[in-house]
């Protein structure tokens, strides 16, 4: 999300699935979504055969998605970004692309165009592995299908140039003009329910709710929110120092207390407690374990006996046994920002606690129970109004949990097509208010940066969030502002205008903008050239564990990062040429559409570990007669960080021959050994398999920390 | 007349053209779904349209077939009865010893398990008419364990007659006159210790018994290919109407054509006269 | 009647024949009609009322189907069970009645898609009665009776719903209902696509 956010604004879905029946074209790239997204399939499917929009699948693997695709194209893993910029080039070189879209409303063309000359359809050819001519006759059907989305997933953000990735998946939609039509858009379809909504709540260890980052002016606009004293928050920290030091991410947090790449914190890491977390969906697992074994304390709050559970041989592990979602209530957020809320069906069954209940008995122990309920009598309704009230960064001000309820009540008197309510008590709105919905009365955006649409009726234009000038390296001089005539209908300013001062915190200037017909957030381009960004111009870098040491020479990685989230990350001497001799074989990992996540819920429903029973490693038919192995048996899958699993053998021609794919979703066993016997009497889920993570590469993306699942180094070994 | 004519012609070419035009959109894209179906059907089918098919022929149709043999062969054994009557010989004379205690035993425990394996058997077969429903579910199972009793006493029995059993050059001369049976006579027939209606029925019952075992325990556990299953059903139902039928025979020989018999294989003796007339080779092989 | 899955049916006032099609271009292998079928209905582990079949997996030309019993007008089960304990509905769904049921298994033998099946119910393993889709349409128990839970699943077609699997497809590749409802618009929709032209039912 980080690379949408800073080409233009937010980072989010742009449309929405509904609007996918209106492409002419769907693009998807690193997505599964016929076994990831089985729901969405039905619009896509609806546009391939209502609307004659072709489908172009682009994976390294022939999927269930795949299959489905008009076109199908082979990419080497963690090639995406160069096959991409291929694209575009095309689109440039050809004279394809939307030159007034680009006039109008995106800055960097020219910086753009030189980076994205180098890649010739030969040199793609090269890097990627696709054919020169199918990257000229892909250009050509984007260009010619308009307009056309892009969808993506875990296949384009898992690599250590995910931020690139995105990036480029961006600036291709705005070479199309793509950008705040319906049928277009950037539409990142987010892996799990409700993680948009903890995207926006800023579950993560860089920012506060609502993307407010870390800043001592962040903190203070929480504190008056909270109602809470800016001076007792502080005083909670370490130092102040830490109060506005981004923490560990969820793919490293384990090098906090085992400590193998160096640390900066005065501390080592003592507890963790996972939260409706899985850990087995982390890469690198075994040291994972290793972490496990160290701490202190580990808490694991989870409605099932994750893998986190049985991997703990310490006594050091509580497990507080959390609701599932039909015996609590509260709002859930969508992957195209609608808000929809989730209604309680029945009281806790067994002896599980809401999160909410949870949480409040820690803050009673904790002893700060007044301050942190301080405007909370009401749960979750309270919760969802502090929410709106603080969060005006994605204006979720208008997102008052009467307004949702009714949504989620009268859901069948909105538009299949256009999400809009036709009459009823939510005339006029569009489903689930998505955000920004600014005020207590607008009716939700459903398609961002939609420039046709005034701004109180839910259109916008490009976020004015990096200055309004910017001199490239060059000397050259861009205005970042929308051109003269680019605002939508009924706006004060008929062309671009900076941001709104005050509006991150005050509602009354959103307010006031809005009258004037006017985006709080200003009126800008949209950024081809990032320059806060180590790649202003998305550029292709080999993966860190590459199998072609050719293109490692020329298209290196970053150097390495000290003090990234906490701790020193490795880049460049993590790249190691020769690795591809004694690891042949290149390692992804992905869902299945039989489990989800980490797996300890879908492996303990018997029927779906009827369906898949045990992990596997889909190999091609050339592979597995180079080694010897037969459909059935038993393999070591190696990495060369010294972490090895025991999976058995599929041999399918999805996989090409330097290819190896294996699910990540199994958990209960580690590296041979099984710990069916470590879990609590009577919840051993139906199936347990290897965590595909212990072989998992080490690989972080340089923005976000992300972890490189899509690209990495395996041999395989018979058992 | 001529334009009409041009006319008409012109008008159902355009017609022709139309219908195929509208064939050729209906089935647009790159696969028509009647190709994509026949696709599936080898995978989903496999040899049902050939084998499936034969097979549907064939299994509602044993039913009719032992009704005729459960019905007509008792009905022309009466017959016979009535005809020719049962062959007497006298129990006053010599007995020679002739089935050993141990034979005894594993004969009528066969015996006991064939009547059990062809009732439970029937009653598959004739279900609907019983009820169907539990009894015949319980019946399954008794045939099963049936099925093993017989199989465990068959096989010893095997071991201990099957030299005897063997063909010899006589027993084609036997089967031509049918053993004598078709006359009141009392007459010599060339026969070892067994005839050669009684090795057929031992070969049928021990042979055919294994075969029967063996598709019987396939049909019991269905662990093979549907396919394979049914013509193992086939096999299983057509020899167990052999079996059927040779049984009735054997019960009426035994029961009712020689007077005595049944005794014979309770005491082990048979009358020296008898074996004189039906046996006579038997004294040949065992003369000092 | 009202239009819908169970259309007007052949004859005035009476249902039409319940069927199956599963639109091999929609179905993407999801496996939700399985699962859906398995939980609704209870079936035991082992059980599979609903299979997804795919042909050419991991190749160009991959397509999936989801096939159960299809309630064929002529059933080649009815006619081989020696028990008599399947029948045939007015409105086309073929059942089995659990308490007739010998287990012996014919109807697997005689059926082309392997419909029935057998839980290793009985002693030595040997085979329970027959199971198999039921339409939703419960059995020959008395309707929405603890006994027709037990032993067949629920009963949807008498609350006038869809099967479960169908209900459940989000693609809609699988339509159950009214054989000349369905027909229609399984023609329709392969008849307009690639037109550009949106069936009435998509």
Redo the contacts between chains.
Sequence with gaps: MAGVANTWGYGAMTNHFNDIRHSKLIFFIGSNAAEAHPVALQHVLYAKEVNNAPVIVVDPRFTRLAAKATDYVRIRPGTDTAFLMGLINQLIVNDWYDKEFVQTRVAGFEELKKVAAHYTPEVVEDITGVPAKEVVRIAKLLADNRPGTVIWCMGITQHHIGSSNTRACCILQLMLGNMGVSGGGTNIFRGHDNVQGATDMCVLSHSLPGYYGLSEKAWRHWCKVWGVDFDWIKSRFHSKEYMHKPGFTLARWYEGVIQEDKIYQYTPIKAVVFWGCSSNSQSQYFKVKKALDQLELVVIIDPFATTTAAMCEKDNVYLLPSTSQYETEGSVTSSCRQAQWRYKVVDPVYDSKPDYEILKEFVKRFGFEDKFFKNIKEIPEDVTREIARGTLTIGLYGWLPERIKKHTDHWHTFDLFTLQAKGGPCDGEYYGLPWPCWTETHPGTPILYDISKPVAKGGLPFRARFGTEYTYPDGRKENLLAAEGVANPGSEVKGGYPEFPGWKTDINVIRQALKRGMAPFGNARARCYCWNFPDPVPVHREPLHSPRPDLIKKYPTYPDKPDFYRVYTRFKSEQKPELVKDFPLVLITGRVVEHMGGGAETRSNKYLAELMPEVYAEINPKTANDHGLREGDYVWVESPEGGRIKVKVKVTERVDPHTIFIPYSFGGMFMGKSYAGNYPEGLVPYAIGEPANIVVNYGYDIKTQIQGTKEGLCRLKRA | MKKTLVGLFGLLFLAWGIEVLAEVLRNYGPLSPTDTFQEFAGTVLQDWPTRGREFLKLAPSFKRYFLMVVLALPALFFLHFLIFGPKRFSHQGRRVPYYGAFTRVLHWTAALCFVFLLFSGLSVLFAKDLGAGSLVRTLRFVHLLAGFGFFGAVLPLFLIWWKEMLPASYDLSWFLSLGGYLSREKKPVPAGKFNAGQKLWFWLATVGGVVMFYTGFYLYRFEASVSTLRVYLIIHNALALALTAFFLVHLYMTLFAVKGAFRSMINGYKPLEEIKYLHPKFLEDSAP | MAPGPFGPGGKEGSMGLMKFICD???C?????C??AC??GNHVP??INRRRV?T???????????S?SCMHCSDP?CM??C????IYKRDDGIVLVNK????????C???C???APQ?PKA??????G?MDKCTFCAGGPAPTFSEKEKRLYGQNRIAEGKVPLCAGMC???ALLAGDAEVISKIYAE???????????KI?
Excluded: H
């Design positions: 091999t271009e929609r993407i292998a999801c496996n939700g399985v699962v398995k939980e582990v082992g079949i042909i050419n997996e991991g190749q160009p030309g991959e397509r999936s189907i096939i080649p006619a081989v020696p028990a008599e304990a308490d007739l049921c010998i287990g012996c298994g014919y697997l033998l005689a082309p898609f392997g057998f009985g002693p030595f393993g040997a085979r009665v989000a693609t809609k929709r392969v008849a307009k696509r690639g037109s550009g032209l949106s069936p998509f």
